[in-house]
């Protein structure tokens, strides 16, 4: 039975997506770990998971009812693109239960088109959600129907402006020529998130501030590591 996926961009509308992705080899890496860093992000009001390769989606499909937004990673030979680069992983994560599948959409050299990956999600009756580093992608990933467009690799390509924080600029571009955006990428506060959401963003995704530990630990070491050397 095709998956009825339309509610799902009301459930996500101005709320915070949790992205939880552990630092891979790290000790938070197992899917029962990803599937509780899940809960309780759920617990603190999330109102959608976005979830990195099949068994941490597997696992935390099992404790929770929350909208997930599925992805893997992975490299592919002569391109870049490693955010679902291609068609082989499309129904494994719509059959794990992602309502949603991220994808890259940048214009860098990839493997399978935009348009065809696109097809591919809403042939699993899953939503589209197209991951961009730049005005032009977030563009052309809208006209060729993605349901949403994250900001998620803006500073991650090599003609993307590299920002210590959010690209608040590209979100304001995209929401203001009606596209239905994700605040993605390098949200590291609350008041940044909700600046996210001020500048017209749908909703707001945080990975590394809510659930990679080590990274968050070592900005607390390194300023305090700083004070020495200035004391
Ligand atoms: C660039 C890339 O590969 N981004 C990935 C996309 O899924 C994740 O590694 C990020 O953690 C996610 O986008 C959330 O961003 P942040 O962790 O900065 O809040």
């Known amino acids: 039975m095709p998956r009825d996926t339309s509610g799902i961009p009301q459930r996500l509308q101005g709320g915070l997506i949790a992205s939880c992705q552990p630092v891979r080899g790290g000790p938070l890496d197992h ?15 999330a109102v959608a998971l976005r979830i990195e390769s099949l068994a941490d989606l597997e ?7 929350l909208p997930i937004i599925g992805l893997v990673k992975k490299e592919v ?5 490693y955010i679902t ?13 992602a309502e949603i599948i991220a ?3 940048t214009q860098r050299p990839r493997p399978v088109a935009v348009a065809e990956l ?6 699993q009756s899953c939503l589209a959600m197209a991951d961009v580093s730049t005005l032009e992608e977030g563009l052309e ?7 949403f467009v994250g900001s998620t690799l803006s500073g991650y390509t090599d003609y993307s402006p590299r920002l210590p924080g959010p690209d608040l600029e590209l979100v304001r571009q995209l929401a203001a020529r009606g596209v239905r955006t994700i605040a993605e990428g390098r949200i590291a506060t609350p008041q940044e998130a909700r600046a996210a959401l001020e500048a017209g963003a749908f909703a707001v995704a945080v990975g590394t501030a809510l659930t990679r530990i080590e990274l968050l630990t070592k900005a607390f070491v390194d300023a305090l590591a700083e004070g020495k050397v200035a004391g």
């Open 141 to 147: 990933a809208h006209r060729l129907g993605a349901d």
């Open 118 to 123: 696109i097809e591919a999600i809403h042939a």
């Open 103 to 105: 994808f890259d959409a």
């Open 31 to 45: 899917p029962h770990l990803v599937a509780a860093l899940a809960q309780a992000t759920e617990a603190g009001g």
């Open 85 to 97: 680069p291609d068609l082989a992983d499309v129904e494994a994560l719509a059959r794990r239960g």
């Open 77 to 81: 030979p002569s391109s870049p693109v």
């Open 59 to 65: 696992a935390t499909r099992a404790v929770t009812r």
